[in-house]
C-alpha cells in the first residue's frame, strides 16, 4: 500500500512569510509525528497526534509553530513568521499506534524548507 | 531526558567486511529501539525494531541486539556492500514522558568498493 507522503517536497520561502507543509499518513494509522532534522543530525521531535488531539506538542519551539489534524488523517504543520532558523527537513511519521504499545513508525521523504 | 549517542559518527570500510554500529542512550525504561537507514536528501527507511522485551532482531545481513539494563544497542552488517553506504540512525521510544522518538546523530557509512 502507499506510504506516508508530504508535500510539497521543497519549499522556498522569505523570511517573515507563513508556511503550509502537509502529510498524508498511511490509511489507517491513529499515530501521527512531526520532526525536524537539521544538517548532519538526526530528526528531533516537534509534535504528535493521537487522532485528531494533540497528545504532546512539548517540542515545537515557539508559538509560532503550529499543527492540526481535524479529520485524523491529513495533518498539516504551520510556520507563521517564518525564520532563517526554520530551515531543515520536516519529517512526518504515522504509527498503528502509540510508540508505548510497540508500533513501529513509518516516515515520509520529508519537506525541505528554506527561509532565504 | 532521553540521550542518544552513536558511535562513530562517519566509518569507511572496504566491501566484504563486517561492521558494527553502536548507539547508547541514557534512560533505560524504553519502549522500543529502532535502527534506520537515511540516504542523502531522502527520508528515513526502518530497518529493524526491537522491543524492549526482546534480546536481537534479525533481517537478512542485519543483526540488532539491545541491552536495555546497559543502554546500548548495535546493528551488525555481514558482508558489507557498496549499497550499504547511507546515515544509519538509532532511536529510541521512553517508557517515561514523550511517546515520540529520540534519535542519535547518526552514523555514515561508506562501504568502498
Known amino acids: 500500500g502507499a506510504g506516508v507522503s508530504q508535500t510539497p517536497s521543497n519549499k522556498v520561502t522569505e523570511k517573515g512569510k507563513y508556511v503550509e507543509l502537509r502529510c498524508d499518513p498511511i490509511s489507517g494509522h491513529t499515530a501521527l509525528y512531526w520532526y525536524r532534522q537539521s544538517l548532519g543530525q538526526g530528526p528531533e521531535f516537534l509534535i504528535y497526534f493521537q487522532g485528531t488531539g494533540a497528545a504532546d506538542d512539548s517540542g515545537l519551539p515557539n508559538d509560532r509553530f503550529f499543527a492540526v489534524r481535524p479529520e485524523g488523517s491529513v495533518s498539516t504543520l504551520k510556520i507563521q513568521r517564518t525564520e532563517r532558523g526554520d530551515s531543515a527537513v520536516y519529517l512526518c511519521?504515522?504509527?498503528?499506534?502509540?510508540?508505548?504499545?510497540?508500533?513501529?513508525?513509518?516516515f515520509g521523504p520529508g519537506t525541505r524548507l528554506t527561509v532565504t | 531526558k532521553q540521550e542518544v549517542t552513536q558511535i562513530p559518527a562517519a566509518l569507511s570500510v572496504p566491501e566484504g567486511e563486517n561492521l558494527v554500529l553502536n548507539c547508547s542512550f541514557t534512560?533505560?525504561?524504553?519502549?522500543?529501539l529502532q535502527w534506520f537507514r537515511q540516504d542523502p536528501g531522502k527520508g528515513l527507511t526502518s530497518l529493524l525494531l526491537i522491543q524492549s522485551s526482546q534480546r536481537e532482531q534479525t533481517s537478512g545481513r542485519l543483526n540488532a541486539s539491545l541491552d536495555k539494563s546497559s543502554g546500548r544497542s548495535t546493528l551488525y552488517i555481514a558482508a558489507s556492500q557498496p549499497g550499504d553506504s547511507a546515515t544509519y540512525l538509532c532511536a529510541v521510544s521512553s517508557g517515561t514522558g514523550r511517546r515520540a522518538l529520540t534519535f542519535g546523530s547518526g552514523t555514515r557509512l561508506q562501504v568502498q568498493p
Open positions: 534512560d533505560s525504561a524504553i519502549y522500543n
Open positions: 511519521a504515522s504509527s498503528a499506534g502509540l510508540a508505548g504499545a510497540g508500533y513501529e513508525q513509518y
